[in-house]
Nanobody, 122 residues
Framework: QVQLVESGGGLVQAGASVRLSCAAS????????MGWFRQAPGKEREFVAA????????YYADSVKGRFTIARDNGKSTLALQMDSLKPEDTAVYYC???????????????WGQGTQVTVSS
């Protein structure tokens, strides 16, 4: 059973940086492509970024492009999201996800972490 555990959230001021991590265990060979999504109060879960297993090709939502960076490390068992120049509208619970295909659609992902809160104050 694949398990994803996020860490690194917190309360920061606008303009600050935060690095989220997602540790994957239990074997992700059938769902190697990974992504980050977020959900703000009263809003639907939205795509943030994704990375392919085969060649580490990355995809970003327009709202975070140039500010956020998705990457893998530790032999591809840890997923990271470096978030720079944070804005109050980035406030949300951030989730990592793993799936057999890389997609901007949350329904394409099979496994999900429990989420980590990021709050950006103005």
């Amino acid at each position: 059973q694949v398990q994803l555990v996020e860490s690194g959230g917190g309360l920061v001021q606008a303009g600050a940086s935060v690095r989220l991590s997602c540790a994957a265990s239990g074997g992700t060979f059938s769902s190697p492509n990974m992504g980050w999504f977020r959900q703000a109060p009263g809003k639907e879960r939205e795509f943030v970024a994704a990375i392919t297993w085969s060649d580490d090709f990355t995809y970003y939502a327009d709202s975070v492009k140039g500010r956020f960076t998705i990457a893998r490390d530790n032999g591809k068992s840890t997923l990271a999201l470096q978030m720079d120049s944070l804005k109050p509208e980035d406030t949300a619970v951030y989730y990592c996800a793993a799936g057999s295909v890389v997609s901007r659609n949350s329904r394409s992902y099979t496994y999900w972490g429990q989420g980590t809160q990021v709050t950006v104050s103005s």
